[in-house]
């Protein structure tokens, strides 16, 4: 069990993912203030697209743009996959990178609302205000 | 050219969806009978389609034509749309559930909205556009973008009350995107271990490497799922937002959430686990589908004993749903084809039965301002149709013979037992026993005082609400007296579904 | 809404700087196929520049009152994208398949990819433009409502 | 490139999340999240994704910065000062249990930059052949984003829409 989580350690891309995840986790779930939680939320959700990219990231890479030059490479279809990053992991990230300040847009919205309301932002208060 | 049918069903309620705040720039009173020609013809196009796939099998749609330069089985380069049977008699049910909703939302819809009434009804066909996208994809990361905006739609409908429902509305915005981020991180898990998004060809690898099955990436993608899709589909531990939300809902949108949300959030996890995953998977050892099946027991007897104790009539019936969707999971995790086929007719029963039920509830709170369970006595004197409708409901609820609901629980207990799992037919006798016991709590306050009540006078009920709760109520009955056909139909899904 | 900034240099900044965004942003749009960018992005920049307007130059700015008036275009982008996708599906190819494209001088197949993929860039960035703004707009009024209602 | 960079680059990343959610005045902690999305913009295009790069850095900095300080200032200032909370017996013991497990399975995730891994050899060579004959846009990932995977897109552009929609219909109830 400890060697696994020992290999676990040696990545650390990995490891900033966890730490992102549990922390964004935790403020999203358990702080009061309704702020507070969508900023966790935010990192939660940037958490998990940071290891969609790390997934597609290849060392020795470049950008995943084919430049002039590979166009006669390209014509005769030796473009070596391993010297271009993967381009699958960037299109879903561009997806949910837009998808979380969708989210984010509405949540604010929310806030504005309950806070013309209620008068605050803490859950605690707006629970006593609604007896 | 692949046969465009689905597209086009999908295609009906989004465009009109797209171009109502334009036209309700002008003519804002248009916007209603425009969203209800939307539906009714989706509805049609949706018939037609569970013929056509009757009579000629699945067919495929892959979106921009791509599977044509590549050597890989399943199109696995572009977006993909699988069009079983099963997914065509869920949309069969979800666009009639949608359209007699829209019927039933006329007089019951929020009457402060002003000129925002346009964005109400783009929002409601947004929603049932996701919920279409959901049950006809067969991409994992197109079922997250479409819960997205089925999810988004979802959140703002909630909140239109304003006040006590703005929270409400901003504790299921929470669960909810916690549930699609717990999805996405599936997905994520999956394509790091298979390197495809496609469904049918995540099945194939799976099945070609049975190493994969238990590598331990693969394990944390489906426990990410299930989690994620846990939360959309209100299973019990984590079902914190539904009770809340439906009750807070305007009367209008809360049948739409109770019959649709968390359906196609259980379709979108059988189709995954059953058409991806195949039957076999295991977490660790322990069965994936025995651990369903105590988490859906589970579900399904708290589930009834909350409604038990609850006060207000639209967040008994939320309960009520709560634990039918464990009564389904229960179904699905038997392993077998009679409680396969049993769980999805359940599916559908409930959908119908929990419309029905929230009809019920809102033309109560629309013509007597019955909120609670007490002063549902003066449902008695107003209305008799109602009391009717609410009759047969409730049979079904239950699960007496003639209504659809009996059938599905049969089929469940008998799948059950041909399991062995007498723990599974216990916990579906207690939750059935609990269910009695609500409704009956329900009708003593209803039938109590023996003399009608002088002051009541007879109200006559809105023709809408009458036809919604009268074509439900029919529909559970003619579910039960053909519920034979269908059940055979679901057979032989179950075969596909590897059972 | 929210009142003018009260400093001239920051006025008179913004002033100068949304054309050179909105430039840069038109640039990003249509570059995005050569280069980073694209229909994402360029929208958002888009919007940017009128968010700046609406923030710093107060409601009876120019940018201002294009930014109310565009705002009524709330389903343009999304019209411009399914319309293209709608084209394809009557061009007799499957829905988004812009090698169906009926259009007269183009010949080859991936041009005509190319111009698909132009086309949907400039809906997608229409859209988030329109978005951002009518999101901004409708944030930006909490406070000017005063009285609470539900 | 060498690791102490992408070390430092990550050790940054946490440090700012971490100042983000821990300090007490909301609007001094929106704009630590701002500069934590600049150091992901740094992160993506250390990571080779380019176009993400400039998504980030131009939507996640700016447009969220943006929707979150607007719904700051609409609030009275007493209220973005907020109070002491103290944290659950069960955070500080289920959370690391959670991460222990979550590093367990890390093992059998692909190793950091391997060309062979399943993701890089599956599909996606497929599109980094045939992109360029197929659409003529050397940007592949513009490409998979908008001919590939358009359907996705279309569905990501109604997202963004139903949120539009979404954000009028709560606020602007006084407009009529």
């Not at chain 2, 790091?192 to 099955?213: I, S």
């Not at chain 2, 394990?219 to 009770?243: E, S, V, Y």
């Not at chain 3, 909105?22 to 280069?35: C, H, S």
């Not at chain 3, 009524?72 to 398949?97: P, R, T, W």
Request: charge should be neutral; proline fraction near 4%.
């Amino acid at each position: 069990m400890i060697e696994h989580i020992v290999a676990g350690l040696q990545r650390p891309n990995f490891v900033a993912f966890v730490i992102l995840f549990l922390w964004g986790f935790f403020v999203m779930v358990t702080h009061p203030n309704l702020v507070k939680k969508l900023i966790g939320m935010y990192l939660l959700q940037t958490s998990i697209i940071f290891l969609l990219v790390t997934i597609g990231a290849k060392k020795q890479s470049t950008v995943p743009i084919l430049q002039a030059a590979d166009a006669a490479a390209i014509a005769t279809h030796e473009v070596d996959p391993a010297d271009y990053a993967n381009p699958l992991p960037h299109v879903l990230t561009l997806t949910a990178i837009v998808v979380q300040v969708a989210t984010l847009g509405v949540s604010l919205a929310l806030v504005a609302a309950i806070y013309q309301k209620y008068g605050s932002l803490d859950e605690d208060e707006i629970l006593k205000r609604i007896e | 050219m692949s046969y465009p049918l689905p597209v086009i069903i999908f295609l009906i309620p989004f465009l009109t969806a797209i171009c109502l705040p334009m036209v309700g720039l002008k003519k804002r009173h248009w916007c209603r009978p425009l969203a209800l020609i939307a539906v009714c013809a989706m509805c049609v196009a949706a018939v037609v389609n569970l013929l056509e796939v009757l009579a000629h099998g699945e067919t495929r749609y892959a979106f921009g034509g791509w599977p044509i330069s590549t050597s890989f089985p399943a199109a696995s380069i572009g977006v993909e749309w699988v069009n079983d049977p099963l997914a065509s008699v869920m949309l069969v049910v979800l666009s009639s559930l949608a359209s007699v909703c829209l019927i039933y939302s006329g007089p019951v819809s929020p009457q402060s909205l002003g000129s925002r009434v346009v964005l109400y009804y783009t929002l409601i066909l947004m929603l049932i556009s996701g919920l279409t996208g959901i049950v006809l994809a067969g991409d994992i990361f197109n079922v997250f973008v479409f819960m997205e905006v089925a999810a988004l739609s979802a959140y703002a409908l909630v909140g239109i009350p304003g006040g006590r429902a703005l929270i409400v509305a901003f504790r299921y915005l929470i669960l909810g995107t916690l549930g699609a981020s717990f999805y996405l991180l599936g997905v994520v898990f999956f394509y790091a271990a298979t390197g495809t998004l496609n469904m049918a060809d995540l099945a194939q690898q799976l099945a070609d490497k049975p190493e994969l099955m238990t590598s331990k990436a693969v394990i944390a993608g489906t426990t990410f799922m299930f989690i994620g899709f846990g939360i959309k589909m209100a299973l019990f531990p984590l079902h914190g937002w539904l009770p809340g939300a439906y009750t807070r809902a305007p009367d209008a949108i809360s049948p739409l959430l109770a019959a649709l949300m968390t359906k196609v959030a259980l379709y979108g996890w059988v189709r995954i686990m059953f058409w991806v995953l195949g039957a076999g998977a295991e977490i660790g050892q322990i069965h994936v589908l025995s651990l369903l099946g105590v988490l859906g027991a589970f579900a399904a007897v708290v589930g009834a004993l909350l409604a038990l104790s609850q006060q207000d009539v639209k967040r008994m019936f939320a309960y009520g749903g709560i634990s039918h969707v464990g009564l389904i999971l229960i179904g699905v995790s038997q392993g077998n084809q009679t409680a396969f086929a049993g769980s999805l007719f359940y599916l559908i029963n409930d959908a119908v039965m929990q419309a029905g039920l929230f009809f019920i509830a809102g033309s109560a709170i629309y013509h007597h301002k019955a909120q609670t369970v007490d002063d549902l006595a003066s449902l008695r004197g107003g209305s008799p149709w109602m009391i009717g409708g609410l009759i047969v409901l409730a049979l079904s609820m239950i699960g007496i013979p003639p209504t659809g609901g009996f059938f599905g629980k049969w089929h469940i207990i008998l799948g059950a037992i041909e399991a062995h799992n007498y723990w599974a037919v216990a916990a579906v006798i207690i939750a059935t026993i609990l269910t009695m016991a609500y409704f009956q709590k329900l009708f003593v306050r209803i039938f109590r005082d023996t003399h009608l009540p002088s002051d009541v006078e007879r109200i006559e009920t809105h023709p809408s609400i009458r036809f919604s709760v009268a074509v439900t109520s029919i529909a559970i009955i003619l579910l039960g007296v053909c519920s034979d056909p269908i059940i055979r139909f679901f057979r032989d899904i179950a075969v596909s579904a590897g059972m | 809404m929210i009142q003018a900034h009260e400093s001239v240099i920051v006025r008179t900044m913004s002033r100068l700087l949304i054309p050179l965004i909105q430039l840069f942003a038109l640039y990003i749009l249509l570059f995005g196929q050569y280069g980073p960018g694209g229909g994402f992005v360029g929208g958002v920049m888009l919007g940017t520049s009128l968010i700046l307007g609406i923030l710093v130059l107060g409601p009876e700015s120019a940018p201002c009152l294009l930014a109310k008036k565009v705002i009524h275009g709330d389903g343009v982008g999304l019209i411009i994208f399914a319309g293209v996708g709608g084209l394809c599906l009557i061009g007799g190819g499957e829905f988004l398949n812009y090698s169906n494209l009926r259009i007269p001088w183009v010949d080859t197949d991936s041009h005509r990819r190319y111009l698909g993929i132009l086309l949907t860039q400039l809906g997608v960035a229409v859209d988030i433009a329109v978005t951002a703004i009518s999101i901004v707009i409708s944030l930006s009024s909490i406070n000017d409502s005063g009285e609470s209602h539900d | 490139m060498t690791l102490l960079f992408e070390i430092s680059l990550l050790v940054l990343l946490i440090i700012t999340a971490a100042g983000a959610m821990l300090v007490k005045d909301l609007i001094s902690s929106v704009l630590i999240l701002g500069s934590y999305s600049f150091l992901l913009a740094i992160v993506w295009a250390w990571l080779g994704a380019v176009d993400v790069a400039f998504v980030e850095a131009v939507v996640g900095a700016g447009l969220a910065t943006v929707f979150f300080l607007l719904t700051l200032f609409g609030t009275a200032p007493k209220d973005t000062r907020i109070r002491r909370t103290t944290t659950p017996f069960v955070a500080w013991f289920g959370l690391p249990l959670l991460g222990l497990l979550l590093l367990y399975v890390a093992e059998d995730l692909p190793r950091f930059g391997s060309p062979d891994s399943p993701a890089s050899v599956h599909v996606s060579p497929e599109y980094l052949k045939n992109s360029l004959q197929d659409t003529d846009t050397p940007n592949v990932v513009t490409a998979v984003l908008m001919d590939y995977r358009a359907f996705d897109t279309l569905i990501e552009t109604a997202v963004i829409f139903t949120a539009g929609i979404a954000c009028v219909l709560l606020l602007r109830r006084n407009q009529e």
